[in-house]
């Protein structure tokens, strides 16, 4: 794997033209998703290894991007903490017994990774599918965010009871958040020991934290679980909505790359970081609405502005909406392949 292009990239060595990956690259904007989705829930196709490999490799073979990208959910830590998750159409996730008390807390078990097997199963058989073509990025939430979605009981535009709890009651925030940071880091080294080729930490809501809160009670928790894990030859990616302004306070927790939203000029955000730190991103989503002619000249653009930089990924700032049309998802990734520096 040393010699993929995402992995070269990742560790910040020469390549001939960014290689390729997409948040949210396997879902419903595929025709092919649906047909598996439509037999099945959401939770079934993550905990069922035939159907998470089958799912994973969609994008490997209709799109042939350059990474594969574990189907799973960064809510599968909560559930097997104790969280009573649910996903329904046109509602999301829902987490039936949310987390407001010190007696939720208490609750909440760390001993789970019983039952996150089903992730290390899927791993391997999504390996076996590899066969060595490209490397496997594994994932988990951070704790801030998953956080959030404990305490509000699902999606949240203000994500009002989870900040109350960071400003009334601190210390139960933070024992809430050591507690899915020690899973985090454990659930992480089960995807490595599996076979995972890189780790991706989402960070998805932490733009809505002020400077402060996001280093209290985001950045600190995902700096010990980068430190505890057993990285070996494996890049560890830092995602975080609101990169543009974090990225040089994510950088201290020594993340080889850093995932960028489309905020800030990726040349500029990229001088900012330590040199050995590659960044990944950052196209606005929405490009991939706009026609063909806009998509190419967008990732041209961005493409000559990282011309000469090592450690450049191609990816969007966040994941591919579901109504996005998958022709122009195709066309963006045979643009970025035929492109040279
Ligand atoms: C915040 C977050 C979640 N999940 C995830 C994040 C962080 C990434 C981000 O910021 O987008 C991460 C995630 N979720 C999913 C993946 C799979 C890998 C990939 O293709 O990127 C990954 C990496 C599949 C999924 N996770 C989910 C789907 C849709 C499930 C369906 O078919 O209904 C998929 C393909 C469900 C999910 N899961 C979550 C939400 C908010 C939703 C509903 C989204 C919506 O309805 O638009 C929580």
Redesign the pocket.
């Known amino acids: 794997m040393k010699d993929s292009l995402f992995i070269k990239a990742a560790f910040s060595e020469t390549t001939e033209r960014p290689p390729v990956w997409?948040?949210?690259?396997?879902?419903?904007f595929m025709p092919e998703?649906w047909e598996i989705?439509n037999k099945y829930s959401?939770l079934e196709?993550?905990k069922t290894p035939e159907l998470a490999a089958d799912?994973?490799m969609l994008?490997v073979d209709l799109l042939d991007i350059d990474a594969a990208?574990?189907?799973?959910?960064?809510?599968v830590t909560g559930e097997a903490m104790g969280g009573d998750l649910s996903?329904?159409?046109?509602?999301?996730?829902k987490f039936a017994n949310p987390v407001r008390t010190q007696a939720d807390v208490d609750n909440l078990s760390t001993d789970v990774l019983d039952k996150l097997q089903y992730v290390a199963d899927a791993i391997k058989v999504i390996q076996q599918r590899l066969n060595g073509k490209i490397p496997l990025i594994g994932?988990a939430?951070a704790p801030f965010?998953v956080m959030s979605?404990l305490v509000e009981g699902g999606?949240s535009k203000d994500f009002k009871l989870t900040k109350l709890i960071l400003h009334n009651e601190p210390e139960m925030a933070h024992q809430l958040l050591a507690k899915i940071a020690k899973v985090t880091a454990a659930y992480l080294n089960l995807q490595i020991e599996a076979g995972v080729n890189a780790v991706?930490i989402?960070d998805?809501?932490a733009q809505a934290l002020a400077w402060d809160d996001y280093k209290e009670f985001s950045h600190r928790y995902i700096q010990e679980i980068i430190a505890n894990l057993n990285r070996k030859d494996i890049p560890v990616i830092s995602?975080c909505?609101g990169s543009s302004v974090f990225a040089p306070l994510m950088a201290e927790a020594k993340p080889d790359v850093i995932s960028i939203d489309w905020n800030v000029d990726l040349l500029d955000i990229k001088n900012r970081l330590p040199k050995s730190i590659a960044v990944q991103g950052n196209l606005d989503p929405h490009i991939l609405y706009a026609d063909k002619k806009v998509i190419k000249e967008r990732i041209h653009r961005l493409f000559e502005r990282m011309r000469g930089q090592n450690g450049f990924i191609f990816n969007l700032g966040?994941?591919?909406?579901?109504d996005i049309p998958f022709d122009n998802v195709k066309y963006a990734v045979e643009v970025i392949k035929e492109y040279r520096y």
């Open positions: 997409m948040m949210r690259q396997a879902g419903r998703y989705k959401f196709m993550c799912v994973t994008p990208i574990l189907f799973s959910d960064i809510l996903f329904s159409q046109g509602v999301g996730p994932f939430g965010t979605y999606s991706q989402f998805s809501w995602f909505k966040h994941g591919i909406m579901p």
